[in-house]
C-alpha cells in the first residue's frame, strides 16, 4: 500500500539520488513512466547516471533529445518515477518545469517533485518485500564520452 511522503524528497531519498555515491549505484535500473499522445502510460528505464536530485522539491533527468519521453515532457510534462529496491519502493510524481536545456543529441529537463508515495507491505502480506531492483551489466564506466557528456549535462547550471 502507498502513502504519501508530501510534495519534496524525503533526506534519505535524496541523498539516495544526489550522485554522491554514484559508483555504487552504477548496473541499477530505474523505470521512468510518462504520458503518450493517446494517454497510456509510456516507460523507459533510466540509469542514477541519468538523474539527480537538484533539492528536495526538483529532480533532473538527462535522456535522448529525439526519444519518445522527451516528446511526451515537452508536450504533457508529466513523469513518475520508480525506485524498486530493496531498502525501498518509491514512487516519484513530478512535472516538467519548463522546456529542456539541449545540447547535442541530449535534453536535460528539470521535473518539480509533486507526490513522493513510498510503498509497503500490507499487515496480512507479513514480511513479503522486495529482494532486488532491476539490475543491469556490464555497467559502463564513469569515464565513458557518453557518460561524462551525461554528468556533465545534468550537472551545469
Not at 555504487?24 to 499522445?37: E, I
Request: charged content about 20%; glycine content about 8%.
Amino acid at each position: 500500500m502507498s502513502k504519501s511522503l508530501g510534495p519534496a524528497l524525503p533526506d534519505d531519498l535524496q541523498r539516495a539520488l544526489s550522485q554522491a555515491d554514484l559508483p555504487a549505484r552504477l548496473g541499477r535500473a530505474l523505470p521512468l513512466l510518462t504520458v503518450d499522445a493517446d494517454g497510456r502510460p509510456h516507460p523507459m528505464l533510466c540509469t542514477y547516471v541519468e538523474i539527480v536530485a537538484a533539492g528536495a522539491d526538483r529532480l533532473r533527468l538527462v535522456i535522448g533529445a529525439d526519444s519518445g519521453s522527451a516528446r511526451n515532457l515537452i508536450e504533457r510534462g508529466a513523469a513518475t518515477l520508480l525506485i524498486v529496491e530493496p531498502e525501498r519502493v518509491v514512487y516519484i510524481k513530478a512535472r516538467a518545469a519548463g522546456p529542456p536545456l539541449l545540447a547535442g543529441a541530449l535534453a536535460r529537463f528539470t521535473l518539480a517533485v509533486e507526490n513522493v508515495l513510498e510503498d509497503s507491505a500490507l499487515a496480512w502480506e507479513g514480511g513479503v518485500r522486495v529482494t532486488s531492483g532491476i539490475a543491469y551489466a556490464p555497467p559502463l564506466p564513469l569515464d565513458t564520452p557518453e557518460i561524462a557528456a551525461t554528468l556533465a549535462l545534468l550537472h551545469r547550471d
